[in-house]
């Protein structure tokens, strides 16, 4: 855990040897220097970081479900890295680096940054909600509409314009509804667009078993779980493509 920080990071460097090259841009890191900078400075090498913790919380919170949700959300990062394995976290934590955290849908790897990014924000918040309900402390003076973290998960399209699908998944699993909106994270300042949710019943159990190696893109998941045999009934093809190509 650390104190001065309200964000966390799912390395899951216990479980194998940072490589020297990624340690090497972990030290360059703005993003994740917060945490270790004095260490690294002390030390003066990649080694002094080649055995980060699994996961980091950021404490600096006074509300718990605030807190409860960071955790939630890096947890959701530590069982996908069981299902993609070492290569693919390295990669995630090297694409992460170098956008210095989650960045834009130009950044290198933003692919694999809006996929893993947008899956553990869903879990976070979906379950956030399961523990809290209207019992939460979300600051609702910027939308008035946004007083539950599922609603908040409904109601936010992106993290950022084009980049981090946020709201996609509980969209596959929500009611159909073609006509709702949905908007990017700034929600004073981002546009709100028609959300097609003509797709309803999905099962977090179905999608997180979508998630293996080879799927290192939301476009990749969506191909998956079209191919995956889950989609019955009045979910098809189409309706979860017009979905996906709302965010």
């Known amino acids: 855990m650390a104190h001065n920080r309200s964000d966390g ?22 993003w994740i220097a917060g945490s270790f900078g004095i260490v690294i400075a002390l030390v003066g090498s990649p080694a002094a970081i080649a055995y980060l913790p699994d996961v980091q919380i950021g404490v600096d919170y006074n509300k718990s479900d605030k807190l409860k949700r960071l955790v939630y959300h890096e947890l959701a990062h530590s069982s996908h890295y069981t299902k993609v394995g070492i290569a693919s976290w390295t990669a995630l934590a090297t694409n992460e680096i170098l956008a210095n955290g989650h960045g834009n849908e130009n950044s290198p790897g933003a692919g694999r940054i809006a996929l893993c990014e947008s899956w553990a ?33 409904e109601k ?39 959300i097609i949710d ?50």
């Open 9 to 30: 990071f799912s390395l899951m460097g216990a479980q194998y040897t940072v490589s020297v090259s990624v340690a090497a841009q972990l030290m360059q890191s703005s």
């Open 121 to 153: 924000e869903h879990i976070a918040r979906t379950i956030a909600h399961e523990t809290y309900g209207l019992n939460n402390s979300i600051d609702i003076s910027s939308n008035p509409n946004v007083n539950t973290y599922i609603t908040w998960l």
């Open 156 to 194: 936010q399209k992106n993290e950022v314009t084009n980049h981090i699908p946020i709201g996609y998944y509980y969209d596959l699993q929500d009611g159909v509804n073609i006509t709702e909106t949905a908007t990017d994270k700034d929600w004073l300042n981002g546009n709100s667009d028609i």
């Open 198 to 247: 003509g797709v309803s019943g999905l099962s977090n159990n179905q999608l997180f078993s979508l998630l293996n190696s080879s799927i290192n893109s939301p476009s990749d998941f969506n191909t998956a779980l079209i191919n995956s045999g889950y989609l019955t009934g009045a979910n098809t093809s189409q309706k979860v493509n017009d979905l996906f190509n709302s965010y």
